[in-house]
């Protein structure tokens, strides 16, 4: 499958390529900097997702786009990104997008993410009202190799990014929330 990976330079858009690669498909990074990403085995594409034209190039000719975008300007609102994701969608037309989100796990941390949790809803927003054959995965709070559960619930990068390569022969037009187990009241 010809894969386009938004966010590819970060955390888990790393695992997002690598573990793409691994199982065949021809990826394309799409990232702000093109020395991000020491990859031969890849496509690099420098650009930015604010740019309507740019996310249509990219993704000309692709099967399928995969998100893992973060915010440029951490515990703050980035309407550029919240923009991009709109670019994606309306690039993509019918084609399957598959977005990282957070779930309501992350809610501990809350008052200090809480914009980035408003714009993360913002863009699932978006992606609910396009054409897009898309599936929204709602994660806990992300760490670099252990997944537990307990609360809060961690999920480590790495299976992330395998559960969203998972979804894109999976059922779409849906939410896919990964750990939302009940708070005990003990």
């Known amino acids: 499958m010809n894969l386009v990976?938004?966010?590819a330079s970060g955390a888990t858009?790393?695992?997002l390529v690598e573990l793409a690669v691994r199982?065949?498909?021809s990826v394309t990074a799409f990232v702000r900097r093109a020395d991000s990403i020491a990859r031969t085995d890849v496509r690099v594409v420098q650009g930015d997702v604010g740019d309507r034209a740019a996310v249509s190039e990219v993704l000309a000719g692709c099967d399928a786009a995969l998100s893992a975008l973060g915010t440029?300007?951490?515990?703050?609102s980035d309407p550029r990104v919240i923009q991009g994701v709109q670019h994606i969608c309306d690039a993509l037309g019918v084609r399957r997008f598959v977005y990282l989100s957070v779930g309501r796990t992350v809610m501990p941390v809350t008052f200090i993410v809480r914009r980035e949790i408003a714009d993360h809803r913002a863009k699932e927003a978006i992606i609910e009202r396009s054409r897009c054959?898309?599936?929204i995965v709602r994660a806990p709070l992300l760490t670099a190799n252990s997944t537990a559960a307990g609360w809060p619930p961690r999920m480590a990068r790495r299976d992330v990014a395998q559960l969203m390569l998972e979804q894109l022969s999976a059922p779409s037009r849906?939410?896919?929330t990964i750990f939302e187990p009940e708070r005990s009241a003990a």
């Open 133 to 135: 054959d898309a599936t």
């Open 13 to 15: 858009g790393r695992w």
């Open 5 to 7: 990976v938004f966010g």
């Open 72 to 76: 440029s300007r951490p515990l703050r």
């Open 23 to 25: 199982q065949g498909h």
């Open 174 to 176: 849906r939410v896919v």
